[in-house]
């Protein structure tokens, strides 16, 4: 699946946002948006922010390292930059684990870290989760609203709503047009944005070598063809599921949908007929949707995905 000539590579790409926010390339470009974003001062950050090793500490010997996305620091900060191109389930609790292991690597490095301040994660979000679309999150008291401690901060960004603010026509800020360029794909657009800028040419030229690079291109490629299968796939899942679970929810008004695809089936089903009701438990709702896979011959470890069985208890499922 080959580019077209106006198509870049998005520096939400894994290899290519580490390039962007760690290349000396575009110092100016990540000290500004780190600026804007924290109120950090802005020449301060120039002169002594530095990339450190993202890699985490381990708690045991035998667990699998973690990595973040970026990590960096400057006197009295530390600054993890994560990059999140999907959301699901547990992701914001893997996150804060990982500022946890930042600051447990942090108090372990005493001797070097000693005037640590804070410590501040940037999630950069290709979604939308929040209701702005930039939000600032403190360790608060919920009615006085006291922060307990200025040294936990996590900020959310909502590439998808600035998206859609500037294609509305929507006045966006300069840090929110710096943070629409990392979402940017169409090499005609980012010209549009960062024409004039110093500061905005700097990712524009490293996206744009970044994207002329065939180890860069080909690894790209593989994920857009392996996120459209995948797509593909969940789609039809859910087409199916739908399909199913409208059928199911008009006959005995189910109480519980059958997983991502079945939900709005159901709640139509349910208004439109609710009889005796089946039992609430998960198990029989995993394996109607394990049987109506099997009925569309659908990949055995795609079924093992979706409903968590086991492969053992799919076969059973199928005799």
Known sequence: MEKTKNEIIPATFDPVFKEVFTSPDCHNFVCTLISLLTKIDLNFLKKHLKVINSNLPREKVNEKASETDVLLSVE?????????????????????????KVISRVLKKGDTYIELKRVIQINIDNFSRFQKEISEFKLMEVETGEIEN???????ISLS????????????SYLEKLLLMIGMDKKEELEEVSEGDEVMMELRKKVEILSDEEAFADLYDVERQERMIYNTKMKYAEDKGLEKGMAKGMEKGMKK????????????????????????????TKIDIAKNMLEENMDIKLIMKLTGLSNEEIKKISN
């Open 161 to 172: 709503k600035i998206r859609e603010k500037y294609y509305n026509g929507g006045e966006l």
């Open 76 to 100: 009295g900060h530390i600054i993890n930059i994560e990059m999140n191109k999907d959301y699901y389930e547990g992701l914001f609790i893997k996150n804060d684990l990982y500022q946890h």
């Open 150 to 156: 200025e040294s936990y901060i996590k900020y959310h």
């Open 257 to 284: 949908g059958m997983a991502k695809g079945l939900k709005e089936g159901l709640e139509k089903g349910k208004k439109e007929g609710k009889k005796a009701g089946i039992i609430e438990g998960s198990e029989l």
